[in-house]
């Protein structure tokens, strides 16, 4: 029993008291043997080796370090999304002039997305592989795996452009596109479900933009309603997760932008909570709120149902918190939210591209560790 909330409780479902969002800085030599690849001074299936061993090692600091479950830190991965996303049917990634979206500091290297066809979910499509392997990496471990939400392909085609270029399928159809990115991703969960997923996350930056007032503006001055959209998106994640079996979890995470810890949107929860807290059926959200940009926890007074990860610790420095200062956090959240709907992570994860955030891998697991014992303080667990 927890001496700082004497009704709190453990958790043994996913999202877990002490939980991640997904992915972690890349070892050098992993760096490394993906560079030669692409240079052509070693094969590809060296590369796999190297990645491979990675994983392996990854894992069992995982485990070393108390997580419940464990990803592959997306060490297969180039990008957090867009290797999800170009990999379904008709969907491509291209370069381009500049970025759908500014960050801070570092600009992230130009490509995006274009819809060619009817998007359909890819049979062959290469993280049913990825997935594969880290099943038999863990070894019986519980594991998670991270995809994009299916609102990133319509966010990057159809609304971060002020002016679409669909294909004649969707071109005067955007009710037709959304109900085809819902179907690919049923069959993407089912497929996922089959080979013995059982928690499923879906990473999203379009709550973080609809949250930010600049951007709603912007994409007002564009025709977008953004409230019709973010209700649409909605719908679409209901559709999923009533699809999906009862005993998979999914999750999803919101997030502003992390690459080489900056960022590129801010604003609090508020503009979209009624309809997100409100109004999705999802098991669980993975929230930032690491610094001011995020706004308070008003907010979480529309969760129902949910499971609210807090991301109250940085993934973007090395820096370790406050101790009492994170506690204090998560009884100031429980004015909204049930002690025993509340668990800890880091604000987003570690390297959401290969690139990484800019702190080094034994910072990276002092986090883990500090939240590990929060967690313990606070649920028992």
């Not at 409780?9 to 877990?16: C, G, H």
């Not at 600049?214 to 973010?230: M, N």
């Not at 909605?234 to 998979?248: G, H, K, S, T, Y």
């Amino acid at each position: 029993m927890s001496k700082l909330f004497p009704n709190a409780t453990p958790r043994t479902r996913a999202p877990f008291r002490f939980d991640i969002v997904g992915s972690f800085l890349r070892p050098e030599a992993l760096k490394q043997a993906r560079h030669q690849c692409a240079c052509g001074e070693c094969t590809p299936e060296y590369a796999e080796e190297i990645t491979d061993k990675a994983v392996l090692d990854l894992i069992a600091k995982e485990k070393k370090v108390g997580l419940p479950n464990v990803t592959d830190g997306e060490f297969r991965r180039t990008w957090w999304h867009l290797d999800f996303l170009f990999h379904l049917n008709n969907v491509e990634l291209r370069d381009t002039e500049t970025y759908s979206t500014k960050f801070q500091a570092h600009m992230h290297r130009p490509v995006t997305l274009v819809i060619t066809d009817k998007v359909e979910w890819n049979k062959d499509h290469p993280f049913l592989a990825d997935f594969k392997r880290l099943h038999e990496e863990a070894n019986g471990y519980p594991i998670k795996f991270t995809i994009p939400a299916p609102s990133m392909l319509h966010l990057i085609t159809c609304v971060r452009t002020a002016k679409p270029e669909l294909p004649a399928v969707y071109a005067n159809d955007q009710e037709k596109l959304f109900a085809d990115i819902t179907a690919a991703y049923i069959e993407a969960v089912k497929v996922f479900y089959d080979l013995g997923c059982r928690t499923l996350q879906l990473d999203d930056t379009s709550w973080g933009e609809f949250c930010s007032e600049e951007k709603r503006a912007l994409y007002a001055s564009q025709g977008v309603d953004v409230d019709t959209v973010a209700k649409r998106y909605v719908q679409v994640l209901n559709d999923i997760r009533a699809a999906a079996p009862e005993d998979m979890a999914l999750t999803m995470h919101i997030c502003r932008g992390n690459f080489r810890s900056t960022w590129f949107s801010s604003g609090g929860y508020e503009p979209v909570a009624e309809i997100l807290f409100g109004g999705c059926n999802i098991d669980g959200f993975f929230l930032e709120y690491d610094s001011d940009r995020a706004g308070d926890f008003k907010p979480l007074r529309f969760i129902k149902h949910q499971q609210v990860v807090l991301g109250l610790v940085t993934s973007k420095t090395g820096e370790l918190e406050d101790k009492q200062a994170i506690i204090d956090r998560i009884k100031e959240a429980t004015q909204y939210v049930d002690i025993n709907q509340l668990c800890l992570s880091p604000q987003c994860g570690f390297a959401s591209t290969e690139e990484g955030n800019v702190l080094t891998e034994e910072e990276q697991w002092r986090k883990l560790e500090f939240i590990r014992e929060i967690a313990e303080e606070v649920w028992g667990a």
